[in-house]
């Protein structure tokens, strides 16, 4: 039987199921899949905090959205077109994202009486006729998945197991995703299983021959691979791609890398990444607590290691005394915040924006910190890299603000030539520098400044004739010596804030992406985001463009200190709007440093914004204009 | 940097070849001359006049230019109260940090710097109280640190709190009817630990306290050291029994290993086990005394030593409790780096960023 072939320009799917189901792993392969063929992909993973919640519930529910096109994109999607929803709890949590028309495929064998009633069915949706709007397809994965391997000698429950491998095969036909490297991830992954693997890739097999052979799925989806730029490209997630930026870092400086850590949601994949990569001299050490594990990092760095650290909001709360000691001391160190939802605990597995301002301001005492904010999983490779750089430039800590978006969500990523990436230069001083005879034989200043950069020498132990003592206590400019001197004081306090606003002429200006007009114009409202918002911000743009609309956007990744131009950029606009997953801590800042009034958009539900959401909030400024 | 900070290069790691102690091998030495003056720094230090840390200093700038350590590789760090002045008299590197944290950010030194020689100089507040979580940690890793823990009893700094050492019933400024907590035993609390070096010594008893000194710089791993110290502002003469020439023999046992525990101005009294499990003291004429064994790798004795502490010193332990000898954290890490090396080469970046499902776009 031949079926019919239908072109799709692109296509949003979510696998959603229970936390035990394997959804994430679904979701991995066929993006995967998907990335290998070529087309441009964004993903987010959204799963609840608990290990297990309870089976069959609405809180265990698991879900894993992938968009994937034949142009470059930007976010996730919005809304899925297809929703796999592996039992009745997964329909109920996702059923509500789902526009009409879509695709609903159920596993069937899942909506029993009793799963129905775990979560307040009253009676079976796929029978009456709730789903009217929806195209169902339901399928009995699971006794589909069990049949298919009876011949294997495995019990009942692994072979149910492997219903998630069935879905996966049958969405692979229904989207043509090519299979090979699937085969051989099960192949690895159970090579101590032989069974179980075997197992593995009938099921897989089995749906997607289903999907060949059933009249139920008439009609498969293409959608071509994206004309992406040339070169070596693979799916990275932003931790990933944080971790190998820092490892980028330390070979770039030939500083080893040290990572002091306490595990976290959502940033501990970045230690268990780096601990793989010993053969780099990387040191990973899992500390007593968060506060041991800035403390080991700043330790690190007191010793020439590039010295970090990787926390979430609860951590990076523990973390302030330490990292104030780096700004007195100045050290090299970077503080790697990958924010979740608060305060408090919050809510661990859900994005958020809100630790800006403790970044910024939360330690006592003044005490300038730069701040650095990737805008999409790739670019936190980048944004690693540039952290490192001004880190040891400016002997500082760096705070690196990722989120759970970025942290877990995946793109393709274009290899970059390793020849390129930037050279960072440690500077060590390793022998006293006399501007006079007179001087040669005086102490060794370890707070006598560079003059253009304003840092101070970074002289490590076991340089001989350097030895010299740091400390939180106030330091006499240059001499380093304790002092408690007013004047000094305050002398110290501005020379530690000048070393940072420096930084401004170090980092490139705010480029604002401003289309001109058919009448040569440029816009008259600018989109001003930070972070994570990037790719959901400038998707909207693009629609708001499409429909006519004349908007700019601009993003920031430096947040400490802001572009030196960025006061004239925002100043040339009628209308700034700057939407925030907070409740408007970049806008604050905007506002009180430049006395711009700008118009704030804030949601704060765990969740990234939404294009649809956030073009017609561009719109309604335009409009008001 | 020197390049002994990455993969575990530098010196010999054993040490034994050369005559060098475990916990000195990797630590880059000077045959020139070294007297205590190389070690003064020209602060003026400012601990209140009679404090007994005066003496722990004079003490140490005594004693390290008999190791012939390169001066640059001797790194103090300490956290906050009196003691943790210390780094700033000492013409090393020196790292005064934050309160009760000394113990981390000494960890993530020697983790790095296997040519170091790391130096942790604390309180009992510092160590005991504020960073009692990572000072347990320091010890059960067994990395290469000495820690002096400078035990006064009592807040110096803030000026006179009860400690977490002081005894109950302590009046001070913040507990004017009297401390209700129980102390902390700190050789039980490091035994208990894991620590692989717990000492105990005086800051008056030059001798005896740079005699612990020279053993737990050549131990290797995480050496306890605690020193009673005299804090004659807020709590004078709280050692008084240990220092008293008129009855100190009588209370104070001086632990060696290898021999029998025995003690008194006619060393006519010794340690006996008791039925109960713990010591008793008995004439040292008895045929049971025990023989100290600070080398056994059951800490049960040295545990019981170290509840033979009475708040009226009636018989205080002094010495080297325990002095065993395992793996530390930071040789085992070297050998993690250097086992992956081994595997599988030298990292390369380009491999890495290229590695897993690739695809090319032409
Ligand atoms: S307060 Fe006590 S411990 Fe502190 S310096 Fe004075 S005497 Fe020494």
Known sequence: ?625 | MNDAGTNGSGPSENGSGNGVAGGLALIPRTDAKQTAKDFKTDQEVRWCPGCGDYAILAAVQSFLPELGLRRENIVFVSGIGCSSRFPYYMNTYGFHSIHGRAPAIATGLAAARPDLSVWVVTGDGDALSIGGNHLIHALRRNINLKILLFNNRIYGLTKGQYSPTSEVGKITKSTPMGSLDSPFNPISLALGAEASFVARTLDSDRKHLQSVLRAATEHKGTALVEIYQNCNIFNDGAFEPLKDPAVRDEVTIKLEHGQPIVFGADHEKGLRRSAAGGFEIASASSPDIVVHDAHNPDPSQAFALSRLDSPGFEHTPIGIFRQVSRPTYDELMREQIDEAVAQQGEGDLAALLGSGDTWLID
């Open chain 1, 1 to 625: 039987m031949t079926k019919q072939v239908q072109q799709l320009d692109r296509v949003i799917i979510r696998f959603a199921g229970d936390s035990g189901d394997g959804m994430q792993l679904t979701g991995d392969r066929f993006t995967q899949e998907t990335a290998s063929f070529g087309n441009d992909l964004s993903t987010f993973p959204n799963f609840p905090a608990e290990i297990r919640a309870p089976a069959g519930t609405l809180p265990g529910v698991s879900s894993f959205q992938l968009h994937f096109a034949d142009h470059d994109i930007l976010t996730p999607g919005d809304a899925p077109n297809v929703l796999v929803a592996m039992n009745p709890a997964a329909l109920m949590a996702n059923i509500g994202d789902l526009p009409r028309g879509a695709d609903l495929i159920v596993n069937i064998d899942e909506f029993t009486k009793r799963n129905l009633a775990k979560v307040g069915y009253a009676t079976n949706p796929i029978e009456d006729d709730s789903l009217s709007a929806y195209r169902v397809y339901p399928v009995a994965l699971t006794s589909m998945t069990v049949k298919a391997l009876e011949e294997f000698d495995i019990s009942k429950k692994d072979a149910e197991r492997a219903k998630n491998m069935f879905a996966l095969g049958l969405l692979s036909w229904l989207y043509h995703r090519p299979t090979d490297a699937t085969v051989g991830f099960l192949e690895q992954k159970f090579a101590k299983k032989p069974e179980i693997m075997k197992a593995n890739i009938a099921a897989f097999r089995a749906g997607w021959n289903y999907g060949e052979t059933t009249e139920a799925f008439s009609v498969s989806y293409e959608v071509k691979p994206a004309k992406l730029e040339s070169g070596h490209y693979r799916n990275i997630t932003g931790n990933m791609a944080l971790a190998y930026g820092l490892i980028a870092a330390s070979r770039q400086s030939g500083l080893p890398l040290f990572l002091g850590s306490y595990p976290i949601t959502p940033a501990s994949d970045i230690l268990h990444e780096l601990s793989k990569h010993k053969r780099f001299g990387v040191r990973t050490f899992q500390a007593e607590d968060e506060i041991a594990g800035v403390g080991a990092a700043l330790g690190a760095s007191f010793g020439g290691a590039l010295g970090v650290t990787t926390t979430s909001g609860p951590g990076m709360t523990l973390k302030s005394e330490t990292i104030g000691l780096g700004v007195a001391v100045e050290l090299p160190l970077i503080v790697c915040d990958i924010q979740r939802a608060g305060p408090s605990t919050g809510m661990p597995t859900k994005t958020e924006q809100a630790d800006l301002l403790q970044a910024l301001y939360g330690r006592n005492g003044e005490a300038p910190v730069p701040v650095i904010a990737p805008q999409s999983p790739n670019d936190c490779f980048t944004s690693a890299i540039e952290a490192a750089r001004i880190a040891v430039k400016y002997r500082t800590p760096v705070i690196l603000l990722s989120d759970g978006y970025l942290a877990n969500g995946s793109e393709p990523w274009q290899i970059p030539d390793v020849t390129t990436l930037p050279k960072i230069e440690p500077g060590f001083t390793t022998t006293k520098t006399a501007e006079s005879a007179d001087e040669a034989d005086e102490a060794f200043e370890p707070f006598k400044r560079d003059p253009n950069t304003l840092a101070r020498p970074w002289a490590v132990p076991g340089t001989p004739g350097l030895e010299h003592r740091i400390g939180g206590l106030e330091k006499a400019d240059g001499t380093g010596n304790i002092s408690y001197d007013p004047n000094n004081h305050d002398l110290m306090v501005r020379l530690r804030q000048a070393k940072i606003d420096g930084i401004a002429n170090d980092i490139p200006p705010l480029e604002p992406d401003d289309p001109r007009g058919p009448d040569g114009t440029g816009a008259k409202v600018l989109v001003l985001g930070w972070g994570s918002t990037y790719g959901a911000i400038a998707a909207a743009v693009r629609r708001v463009r499409k429909s006519g609309g004349q908007v700019a956007q601009a993003h920031l990744r430096h947040l400490n200190p802001f572009p030196a131009n960025i006061a004239e950029v925002l100043k040339s606009y009628d209308r700034v709007l700057v939407p925030e997953i907070n409740l408007g801590q970049l806008a604050l800042l905007i506002k009180g440093k430049f006395l711009i009034d700008v118009i704030s958009y804030n949601r704060v539900r765990g969740f990234p914004f939404k294009a649809e959401e956030l073009a017609g909030v561009i719109q309604d400024v335009i409009d008001s204009e």
